[in-house]
């Protein structure tokens, strides 16, 4: 497939590329996320500028979005575990079970239409900004996590979840974990062991069920693009240590807040999309 776009426009591209990448990799670090929340929106927006097809452009940006979170989750996990935050007992407890949720995942987005895709985002987005502008830390509903098997079907749900929106599990798995008594920060370190989990792989069973589909870009991997990924990663993967250096030192409510109005417009714009 040929990108039919002039230079300028291909320049914005890259430019806005390298910019939701420094942004995404930034969050990583800071909130335990994997990006997702701001690369399918970037992504989507850039695919359709370079005229992808519509019936594979939803897919394209969850593929290549969860390839971009690999390398940058498993920077922003290596910088909290040098720190001595996260606790690898929840992460053995519930990444057996975040991994079979990848797998339901993947199959479910096999069978899905784009349109589908982008229904479970806007509500899902939508969902989490109320969570990010409302919600408060000393919310709790216990201090031990659940029992069998109620951990384990959490678990399978943020893994289905996650890869259907392509994002890291953070955004589920650090709200789940404050309200089982963890402190913020040590969720937020653990939450980024859980983004490797779920990106790798996530994006690898995109690349799965892509495999031969009809008007794919040039230098695709199934819905993974490799041009997309090559511009991003440098950039996610540079820019999370500083978010993991941010993290320890100061409040993150401003940033929650921010990123909460933010998810909300993307929402919009998806609803904007469906329903127009």
């Not at 939803?58 to 969860?66: D, E, I, P, Y």
């Not at 240590?241 to 921010?258: K, N, Q, T, W």
Request: aromatic share 8%; charged share 10%; glycine share 12%.
């Amino acid at each position: 497939m040929e990108l039919a776009v002039t230079p300028a426009e291909l320049a914005a591209v890259v430019v806005a590329l390298i910019a939701a990448g420094i942004v995404a990799g930034f969050l990583a670090g800071l909130l335990g996320i994997g990006g997702g929340g701001v690369l399918v929106p970037v992504l989507y927006e850039v695919f359709g500028v370079l005229h992808v097809d519509p019936s594979i452009q939803m897919h394209l940006t969850l593929g290549t979005t969860l390839a971009i979170i690999a390398p940058t989750a498993l920077r922003s996990f290596a910088g909290h575990r040098a720190k001595d935050s996260v606790d690898t007992q929840v992460l053995l407890r519930m990444g057996p079970w975040i991994v079979a949720g990848v797998v339901a995942g993947i199959l479910i987005a096999n069978v899905s239409s784009g349109t589908t895709l982008k229904w479970v985002w806007a509500i899902a987005a939508s969902l989490f900004a109320l969570k990010l502008a409302l919600g408060r830390e000393d919310w709790t509903l216990g201090d031990r996590l659940p029992c069998r098997p109620w951990l384990e079907v959490v678990s399978s749900s943020i893994g289905c979840l996650s890869t259907l929106m392509s994002i890291g599990g953070a955004t589920f798995v650090v709200p789940f974990l404050t309200l089982y008594g963890r402190p913020v920060l040590r969720a937020v370190a653990t939450a980024s062991g859980i983004g490797p989990m779920i990106a790798i792989p996530g994006a690898l069973g995109y690349i799965w069920v892509g495999w031969g589909a009809e008007n794919l870009p040039l230098f695709s991997l199934g819905y993974v693009s490799l041009i997309g990924a090559a511009i991003i990663i440098p950039a996610s993967v540079f820019a999370a240590p500083f978010g993991v250096r941010v993290a320890h030192s100061i409040p993150r409510r401003r940033l929650e807040l921010a990123f909460s109005v933010f998810l909300a417009s993307v929402a919009v714009r998806f609803f904007v999309d469906l329903l127009g």
